[in-house]
């Protein structure tokens, strides 16, 4: 009873969305899983062998016969399924050949979904620091999807486009699963990212925050001379002025004695000069010789 109930529940989901045309792709899928359920769907894809003679064994006349029940239970399921219109067209054709008609019919609905999902599948890059996990779950149900399409990618390929799309981060895991050829189912693979993940995240440096200090910020201030000691004029230290010629030590000139002053602008200074050189003597003086 059980059985029956869990069978019915199945159809429903067919019932439910009928083939128009436009949907073939969910429709042949669930039709797929309820004749797997209800173990018949060898029907759709082995057709009806030849009547065994007369003279065959019991067995081989049961396979027959259970092979001929089935396809009239598959039979009127499909129909049941579709509109009126599809009904029309293959209410005289048996399952198997009932398939491949409407492969026939909706071959380019089907190869523009696989266009569309390898695609995505091929497009597929992990962004840097994203989690690995989300990722390959939606890489796998893309190249699952190619499978229930009949395009179904061998195990190393698919392998080969999951680790394609791993960033830089992971370059160290990639080559060693290449160089070690290792062998892992995708969600094996999926179990392996994560560990790694996992890894990663404990061995990662934390940020160190840089506090700069501000204090001391702009021109350098330039530093003053010291008064007084090697100040010029100062009077003070090696570097203070000496006294003109032609004036004192107090600033006087040697004539009058009042500051301000210049001995060699002197009349008087000049007019001994003139002398001296009449008489041959020198302005302070002395005689030459």
Not at 199 to 210: A, G, S
Not at 227 to 245: D, E, I, T, V
């Given at each position: ?28 899928r ?73 492969k026939?019919?909706?071959q ?50 698919a392998?080969?486009?999951i ?49 700069r ?39 006087n ?37």
């Amino acid at each position: 009873m059980a059985a029956n109930t869990n069978t019915l529940s199945l159809r429903s989901v067919l019932e439910n969305d009928k083939l128009n045309g436009l949907n073939f792709l969910d429709w042949f899928r669930n039709l797929r899983i309820v004749l797997k359920q209800e173990r018949k769907l060898y029907v759709n894809e082995q057709p009806l062998p030849n009547e065994p003679p007369a003279n065959a064994s019991r067995a081989d006349r049961d396979v027959y016969k259970k092979h001929l029940n089935d396809m009239v239970d598959v039979r009127c399921l499909m129909l049941a399924t579709m509109n009126p219109e599809l009904q029309k067209q293959h209410e005289d054709m048996v399952a198997y050949d009932m398939i491949d008609h409407l492969k026939e019919l909706y071959q380019g609905q089907a190869r523009q979904k696989r266009f569309d999902i390898s695609k995505a599948l091929f497009q597929c890059k992990m962004a840097e620091g994203s989690p690995v996990g989300p990722h390959v779950l939606k890489m796998i149900r893309y190249i699952e999807s190619l499978f229930k399409l009949g395009f179904p990618l061998s195990q190393e390929l698919a392998t080969d486009v999951i680790l394609q799309s791993l960033p830089d981060s992971y370059s160290q895991f990639v080559l060693n699963f290449n160089m070690n050829e290792i062998d892992k189912t995708l969600p094996q693979l999926l179990s392996m990212l994560r560990t790694v993940e996992g890894n990663m995240k404990r061995v990662r440096p934390k940020p160190i925050l840089m506090v700069r200090n501000n204090k001391g910020k702009g021109k350098a201030k330039v530093q003053k001379k010291p008064k007084g000691k090697g100040r010029p004029n100062s009077g003070k230290g090696k570097a203070a002025l000496k006294p003109k010629s032609g004036v004192s030590k107090e600033g006087n000139c040697f004539h009058y004695g009042v500051t301000g002053h210049w001995k060699r602008n002197y009349p008087v200074y000049l007019e001994e000069i003139k002398k001296a050189k009449a008489s041959g003597t020198s302005a302070s003086g002395t005689t030459k010789e």
